[in-house]
């Protein structure tokens, strides 16, 4: 039987000879190319989880509860603890990783004849959401120190007068932080939803706020938070908003009914019972994340502040010729960014140390004596 090709179907126009997002999943020893946390969740934690799918297990027969309501009220008590001022479960929304969050959010706020807008570089997905909405488009710059120009800013809002402002804070891929005067003034200058997409949150510097404080003076600010990084939980898929109770009810219009598996709600309310212990890491990789930083500079090459769980580093006159010398060495990093630029995600100590020696190798660079 002769195979069909894309050109033999109906695809929209506009998504013709486009490809599926994603990084390389390739099988390497050393894999620092997603930003996932390289430690894999503890016995006690594991059994939990084990314990609590078991239990839903039993009632796979019924749909989940469509409103994740116990889920909801677990993710709010915990924002609470992490810069959230009084949320409640009408705060919160959750969803299959904050990629679906944000989607949802375009899908309720985008759409034809409307615009989104972000400053680059940034998250790669951001403009993907967009397409997939049939959402304008329009990305500013960000500063050459990768933070955000807030005249630049405030000028393609004027402009483009979007109902859909996207800004990753920490960012995907410099690592930097927004601060809180920024948001205020964007949100103050937007009358669309201003989107502070916080999937690294956890991992900021001391001292660095969350936007989780301006909700209570800015309803139409959104904040979005993963389980997939601080929590350990990249395959249990769960991310999640919190907002003004209207911004779910928005969110809720839009999404698929039972979106969220029962599964997954228990494997995600089961790990977030012991976020004391899973935070713990958060704070080693922290520090891994400094010590990366300090040593790239040490070398003689440029590397951001980072407030997540990586770091962009540069400038590499052929970057790429950098990446597959470190693949060939067992080290798989994200080429990603602008050129000559390369970010490499925070693994254990043993994994970075394979790092540094696969860097100094492929690049001739030496550590200062
Ligand atoms: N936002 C940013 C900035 C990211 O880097 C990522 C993951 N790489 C996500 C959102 C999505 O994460 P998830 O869907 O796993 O929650």
């Given at each position: 039987m002769n195979r069909l090709t894309l050109d033999d179907l109906p695809l929209r126009d506009d998504l013709r000879g486009e490809h599926p997002y994603g990084a390389p999943q390739l099988d390497v020893p050393v894999q620092l190319n997603v930003n996932e946390n390289p430690y894999a969740p503890g016995d006690a934690v594991v059994d939990d989880i084990a314990k609590a799918v078991a239990d839903a297990a039993r009632t796979l027969n019924r749909y989940p509860d469509r409103e994740a309501l116990a889920l909801r009220a677990d993710l709010a008590a915990y924002l609470n603890g992490d810069g959230g001022v009084g949320l409640g479960v009408e705060n919160?929304?959750?969803?299959?990783?904050?990629?679906?969050?944000?989607?949802?959010?375009?899908?309720?706020?985008?759409?034809?004849?409307?615009?989104?807008?972000?400053?680059?570089?940034?998250?790669?997905?951001?403009p993907?959401?967009?397409?997939?909405?049939?959402?304008?488009?329009?990305?500013?710059?960000?500063?050459d120190d990768f933070s955000i120009d807030r005249?630049?800013?405030?000028?393609?809002?004027?402009?483009?007068?979007?109902?859909?402002?996207?800004?990753?804070?920490?960012?995907?891929?410099?690592?930097?932080?927004?601060?809180?005067?920024?948001?205020?003034?964007?949100?103050?200058?937007?009358?669309?939803?201003?989107?502070?997409?916080?999937?690294?949150?956890?991992?900021?510097?001391a001292g660095t706020p969350s936007a989780l404080s301006l909700l209570p003076a800015h309803p139409r600010l959104v904040v979005t938070r993963t389980m997939s990084k601080a929590f350990a939980l990249a395959g249990g898929r769960l991310g999640y908003l919190a907002a003004d109770p209207a911004v779910v009810d928005a969110v809720r219009i839009v999404r698929l009914p039972y979106h969220l598996s029962a599964v997954t709600q228990a494997a995600a309310r089961a790990a977030l019972a012991h976020?004391?212990?899973?935070?713990?890491?958060?704070?080693?990789?922290?520090?891994?994340?400094?010590?990366?930083?300090?040593?790239?500079?040490?070398?003689?090459?440029?590397?951001?502040?980072?407030?997540?769980?990586?770091?962009?580093?540069?400038?590499?006159?052929d970057r790429h010729a950098v990446w597959q010398g470190l693949l060939d060495r067992g080290v798989l990093i994200r080429e990603t960014g602008p050129d000559g630029w390369l970010r490499v995600s925070i693994g254990t100590p043993d994994e970075m140390a394979a790092f540094r020696t696969a860097l100094l190798d492929v690049t001739g660079m030496e550590e200062p004596a």
């Open positions: 919160v929304w959750a969803a299959n990783g904050s990629n679906e969050i944000m989607q949802q959010l375009l899908q309720a706020f985008g759409g034809p004849g409307r615009t989104a807008v972000s400053f680059a570089p940034t998250y790669s997905m951001y993907e959401y967009a397409r997939d909405t049939h959402t304008s488009w329009v990305v500013g710059r960000r500063a005249a630049e800013a405030l000028r393609v809002i004027a402009e483009h007068r979007p109902s859909v402002i996207l800004l990753a804070s920490p960012n995907n891929p410099t690592g930097t932080a927004l601060p809180l005067a920024d948001i205020e003034a964007i949100a103050e200058a937007s009358t669309g939803v201003v989107v502070i997409d916080e999937a690294y949150g956890e991992f900021r510097r976020a004391s212990s899973l935070l713990a890491a958060v704070d080693e990789l922290r520090a891994e994340r400094d010590r990366t930083v300090a040593w790239l500079r040490s070398i003689g090459l440029q590397a951001c502040d980072s407030d997540a769980n990586f770091v962009l580093f540069g400038r590499l006159p």
